[in-house]
């Protein structure tokens, strides 16, 4: 069974670095694109980037580019989502969720992390 | 970019209804356009993928249909568990995707 596994809740300050994971199992980490949606509080779904674990291939959506880090760590079956420096309007919930190969749709998603930044 | 829209951005309908959402591409997206259903609180689920094909074990009352600019989404017998928002999303070439805004379905 695909799970992505994702790491718990944070509550951070403006201005702080925060790194986020996204544990897979159940299938080949490096051969599956796995991406990130970010969920503002009471708002829609918005694409944040996708990275390629087997050779760290990486790709972000223009509105995400310059804010975020997207990394993989395949000996360890991880993705990661990282900030080096919060804002207040990056309080949102952010999923990971992996991409099938053969039609490319978010068939698998991890359980969401809150990420609170409030000062 | 391609921008995405849908309507209505909300409805309300009985258990029953014929429930349908349409979603618009701003430019040709052959048939690169996937479904999503989000309980609140939950992670969302792929209902359609390729805009008319059933993700196993999704029940057959949910259908998909279009190519091209224009994209439906039809519930053809809501059920109380259908409660949520749905998602048109997109996808190109370099994996770049992009959802709609979402509609909100409630029970009348």
């Known amino acids: 069974e695909v799970q992505l596994v994702q790491s718990g809740a944070e509550v951070k300050k403006p201005g702080e670095s925060l790194k986020i994971s996204c544990k897979g199992s159940?299938?080949?980490?490096?051969?599956?694109?796995i991406g990130w949606v970010r969920q503002m509080p009471g708002k829609g779904l918005e694409w944040m980037g996708i990275?390629?674990?087997?050779?760290?291939?990486?790709r972000y959506s223009p509105s995400f580019q310059g804010q975020v880090t997207i990394s993989a760590d395949k000996s360890i079956s991880t993705a990661y989502l990282q900030w080096s420096s919060l804002k207040a309007s990056d309080t949102a919930m952010y999923y990971c969720a992996r991409v099938r190969a053969a039609t490319p749709s978010l068939g698998s998603w991890g359980q969401g992390t809150m990420v609170t930044v409030s000062s | 970019d391609i921008q995405m829209t849908q309507s209505p951005s909300s409805l309300s309908a009985s258990v029953g209804d014929r429930v349908t959402i349409t979603c618009q591409a701003s430019?040709?997206?052959?048939?690169?356009l996937n479904w999503y259903q989000q309980k609140p609180g939950k992670a969302p689920k792929l209902l359609i993928y390729d805009a008319s094909n059933l993700e196993t074990g999704v029940p057959s009352r949910f259908s998909g249909s279009g190519s091209g600019t224009d994209f439906t989404f039809t519930i053809s017998s809501l059920q109380p568990e259908d409660i949520a928002t749905y998602y048109c999303q997109q996808y190109d070439n370099l994996l770049i995707f992009t959802f709609g805004p979402g509609t909100k379905v409630d029970i009348k």
């Open positions: 159940g299938y080949s980490f490096t051969s599956y694109w």
């Open positions: 990275i390629y674990p087997g050779d760290s291939d990486t």
């Open positions: 430019q040709d997206i052959s048939n690169y």
